[in-house]
């Protein structure tokens, strides 16, 4: 039986932040897109993970449409705290920088757009199974996939593979095209989401002789937390008190107290860093974690991958214009040029705050280093500079 046929200029493999933002931007420019996403609608919208957005991306949120549930949820934070050696210590990022963050859960995100595409008439495939690239070296490559059991066909003029780090976009690319660049921590994160009211008003991230905690938020009554763990860590170990008593010891200073309540979600994330170049290849493009991911300590992977939507979108607006082509051949340069920035600021972060299992001396510099940075204004600004957002393009 052959497979059902459509056609459209871009077709966008992944339902995240990343296919879903392109696939807005797009409409925008006038540009139509399909967004073929294996997993369920609810499912997407309901994935916890991002939680802090850049200044600058917050405002293109804004500007795009999509600010009036940003603008009723999001937690604007004008600095955070960092604490070690039992002392608080805070980065005043409007202070040092004009700039803030917002606190607006990813799942958030991806509701807002997803309302948006559906209004506007988008479409967007749930639920797609087989889902493959083919001819992405040529002028007219096409996604193949089946859903509700009928094989499909969508030819496409170019491709973006916004289907994050264990999608089928980057290894369809052929064996040698891309250059690995890659480095895997010695350990992971447990976070869990709870019913309990924020122990503290900004982020606290917290350098501590047992291990990294990150106290974060989703709401005036929802926690987000973090613990360093084992990268392999088994969360049944993990029993609430365990939880509570453990974020007790790793967060305590003067005048704190932990605000606990009913833990409704555990998991383990290992961390990585991780770079693919080119992030191209003839008509297929990759976006966001398909093509790099980051340690989650410096709240940067959602940002990023929103940052190549940028570059990208621009790119084919040229190119579908007549403008030419210059634009798309200049992606992935553009890019990289901001994610190896962030990606110096994500290795940073990780390796200054967490316990490195290293010897007294790297230990001692760890915490000059922590001394140094809230110590000194020109320390503190390059936190908060590349903390905030450096600029999109
Ligand atoms: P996503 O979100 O992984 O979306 C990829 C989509 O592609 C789908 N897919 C496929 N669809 C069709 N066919 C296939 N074969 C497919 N294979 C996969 C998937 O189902 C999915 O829907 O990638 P995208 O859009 O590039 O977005 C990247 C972000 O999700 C990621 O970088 C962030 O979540 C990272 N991250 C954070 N980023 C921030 O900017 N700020 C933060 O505060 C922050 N905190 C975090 C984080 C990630 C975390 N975890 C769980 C990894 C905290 C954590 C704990
Ligand atoms: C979160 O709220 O999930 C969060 C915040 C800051 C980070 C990472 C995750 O650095």
């Known amino acids: 039986m052959s ?7 871009v077709g966008i493999v992944g339902a995240g932040p990343s296919g879903l933002m392109l696939s807005h931007m ?6 139509d897109s399909v967004v073929i996403e294996q997993r369920s609608r609810a499912y997407i919208e309901n994935r916890i993970r991002a939680g802090v957005l850049e200044h600058d991306v917050a405002e293109l949120l804004r500007s795009t449409g999509l600010g009036a549930r940003l603008n009723a949820l999001g937690l604007p934070h ?9 002392q608080p210590h805070r980065i005043d990022f409007a202070a040092l920088t004009g700039k803030h963050v917002t606190v607006y859960g990813q799942h958030e995100v991806v509701r807002d757009l997803v309302a948006a595409r559906l209004e506007a008439g988008g479409e967007l495939v749930f639920g797609a199974e087989d889902v493959a690239v083919e001819g992405v070296q040529s002028g007219s490559p096409a996604i193949t996939y089946t859903s509700a059991g009928v094989a499909h066909r969508l030819d496409c003029d170019v491709i973006a593979g916004c289907d994050g780090f264990h999608g089928i976009c980057r290894p369809a690319m052929p064996a040698g095209h891309l250059k690995i660049f890659d480095r895997i921590y010695p350990f992971g994160w447990l976070g869990i989401l709870a019913d309990a009211a924020p122990s503290a008003e900004e982020l606290i991230y917290a350098n501590h002789e047992n291990g990294f905690a990150l106290l974060s938020m989703r709401s005036p009554t929802v926690s987000r937390m973090y613990l360093q763990c084992a990268p392999d860590e088994d969360v049944a170990l993990w029993s609430d008190d365990r939880i509570w008593s453990e974020l007790e010891v790793r967060l305590a200073h003067e005048g704190f107290a932990l605000h606990t309540g009913k833990i409704t979600q555990k998991s383990v994330t290992p961390m990585r860093s991780f ?3 080119p992030m191209q290849c003839g008509r297929l493009f990759l976006v966001g974690d398909a093509a790099h991911i980051v340690p989650p300590t410096g709240a940067k992977g959602m940002n990023s991958a929103i ?8 790119a084919l607006e040229r190119f579908f214009a007549g403008r030419g082509s210059e634009g798309l051949e200049e992606y992935s340069k553009i890019c990289l040029r901001r994610i190896w920035k962030t990606q110096r600021f994500s290795w940073w972060m990780t390796t200054m705050l967490h316990r490195m299992d290293h010897g007294d001396f790297d ?3 760890q915490l000059a280093e922590l001394d140094y940075v809230t110590g000194s204004v020109a320390g503190s600004t390059t936190l908060a500079e590349n903390y905030v957002g450096l600029p999109l393009t």
Not at 26 to 31: D, E, M, N, T
Not at 78 to 86: K, M, P, V, W
């Open 3 to 9: 497979a059902k046929s459509a056609r459209t200029r």
């Open 26 to 31: 797009l409409h925008l420019a006038g540009i």
């Open 78 to 86: 004008e600095g955070t705290q960092l604490l070690f050696a039992g």
């Open 363 to 365: 230990r001692r510099v």
């Open 275 to 277: 770079v693919a170049e």
């Open 307 to 314: 940052g190549d939507v940028v570059v990208l979108s621009r």
